[in-house]
């Protein structure tokens, strides 16, 4: 089985294995071999090295067109890339698992023409993954592809419950930067808070927000002290835009959702399907979309009950423990794999 990524995950492999980087988005590949599955991570020659920017963008299109063709030895290719490969792949026979991220977002901003070109790309996969029962449903019925559903899993032995350091002030955390989040009712929202807050996002995902003296806003951090942001935390926002928001994607929120789930903090987060797919009012604190006063609320009622937070913290992190691992990812998918490749390990 050949995994193609979106992005190249070859450094992050390396940091997997060394223990310095969560696996999540390696989607279980690193888990397939205890399954009895080779899974091998493929870079597609047109994107490994940096291009001028008037070539980057012909090549990263391009390169759904060419990988089918790199890949000589392999049984099924599993990837997010779902404009051309599975079609490319037809005339090689080779088996294409598409795993959906924000298809059904792309589909509806895109003119007619491409949404058959995305229809009759999808019908010619094996399969395709989704990462809720609300987002296979949409794309179903935009499509008329029936998705296969998994849930997603996160590093749940890298993202464990730590002590919060003595003394110091629990805050509010806000970590993601797909464009579907919503910065702009956030920061209304903790404006005036008797917390400070700490944001790690994208400066676009800021772009025209006023952020208030309490926050503070960075753009990366490092895994580990992003491990540690997430132990101080007192509570974990996520917090994001409307559904018919035409930007981001429609699973967006998901790893910084169990992320926090798997250190154990309580989160309040938006209202949206693949928010539910996941949660239960055991888990997590949902509010509606782009409502401060909502928002605010359920912050000052986390932060105020020492005890609930404690509980919502506590259910998560089982729930992950039980649900949302990697290693759970890779067990879902790998029937799902087996079943795509075997027309070819015959």
């Known amino acids: ?54 070539f980057a963008r012909v090549a990263w299109n391009a390169r759904e067109l060419l990988a089918p063709w790199e890949l000589w030895r392999v049984d099924a290719v599993f990837t997010p890339l779902a404009t051309f490969f599975p079609l490319a792949a037809v005339p090689r026979r080779l088996p294409t698992v598409v795993v959906n991220y924000g298809l059904s977002l792309t589909y509806r901003r895109s003119t007619a023409a491409r949404r058959r070109l995305l229809a009759a790309s999808l019908r010619a996969a094996s399969a395709v993954v989704c990462l809720g029962e609300s987002q296979s449903r949409l794309l179903a019925s935009q499509t ?32 993601g930067k ?30 025209g927000v006023r952020l208030p003296a309490n926050v503070t806003a960075v753009s990366s951090v490092p895994w580990d002290e992003l491990r540690e942001l997430y132990a101080g ?19 967006g ?19 949206r399907a693949i928010v539910r797919d996941y949660s239960t009012e055991r888990t997590a604190v949902l509010v509606p979309a782009e409502d401060a006063s909502a928002l605010r609320a359920a912050i000052e009622a986390v932060l105020g009950d020492p005890g609930r ?14 649900e949302h691992t990697t290693r759970r ?5 790998a029937p799902i794999l087996r079943a795509a490749a075997a027309p070819r390990a015959k």
Do not use: K
């Not at 223990?19 to 989607?27: C, E, I, K, V």
């Open 329 to 333: 990812f890779a067990e879902r998918l």
């Open 1 to 54: 089985m050949a995994f193609v990524y979106q992005n190249s995950r070859a450094a992050l492999a390396t940091d997997v294995a060394a223990g310095r980087a969560p696996d999540t988005t390696l989607l279980g590949q690193n888990h397939l071999a205890g399954l009895g599955i080779d899974a091998l991570v493929h870079d597609p020659v047109l994107t490994r090295r940096g291009l001028p920017r008037r």
């Open 253 to 271: 929120g998901l790893t910084a959702l169990l992320e926090a789930w798997a250190c154990g903090r309580p989160v309040v987060a938006t209202d």
């Open 144 to 175: 008329g592809v029936v998705p296969r559903t998994v849930h997603l899993g996160v590093d749940e032995r890298f993202w464990s419950p730590r002590p919060r350091p003595e003394a110091a002030e629990p805050y509010v955390l806000a970590v």
């Open 309 to 322: 937070a404690a509980a919502l913290g506590v259910a998560a992190r089982a729930q992950v423990e039980r």
């Open 233 to 251: 935390a007192g509570c974990v926002v996520l917090a994001q835009r409307r559904e018919d928001y035409p930007y981001g994607s429609e699973s």
């Open 178 to 207: 797909d464009l579907a989040r919503d910065y702009a009712t956030l920061a209304d929202a903790l404006r005036g808070l008797d917390a400070p807050a700490r944001l790690v996002a994208h400066p676009r995902n800021l772009a």
